[in-house]
């Protein structure tokens, strides 16, 4: 098993993952953080958000945002008319976010 982290990035803002999970592999890290996106995309209009997955080491994986399901559940529920574009913009890390110690 491996610790992956996933940190929440929308606008200027960035909140970084201290804690991790432990996966069995980065399919999984990929997947979960995925589900991460689209529960928060669901949940909150986060048209920007980023859920940004890296190892332990501090190797960046992905920059996963919501699925476009969940843009138009979301259209449909408040009426709303906006691009599902989803995208992969990787950008600048968090300036919290650093190699794990001891890597």
Not at 63 to 88: C, H, I, K, M, W
Request: include cysteine; hydrophobic fraction near 40%; aromatic fraction near 10%.
């Amino acid at each position: 098993m491996q610790l992956y982290f996933f940190d929440l990035h929308w606008d200027d803002e960035c909140f970084a993952d201290d804690e991790g999970i432990l996966h069995f592999d980065e399919g999984s890290a990929l997947y979960y953080g995925q589900h991460i996106a689209d529960r928060i995309g669901r949940d909150v209009d986060y048209g920007s958000l980023k859920v940004r997955v890296r190892s332990e080491a501090g190797v960046m994986l992905a920059a996963l945002t919501p699925s476009q399901g969940r843009g138009v559940e979301q259209d449909a529920l408040l009426g709303r008319n906006r691009s599902l574009a989803a995208t992969a913009y990787f950008g600048e890390p968090c300036p919290r976010i650093g190699p794990a110690a001891g890597s």
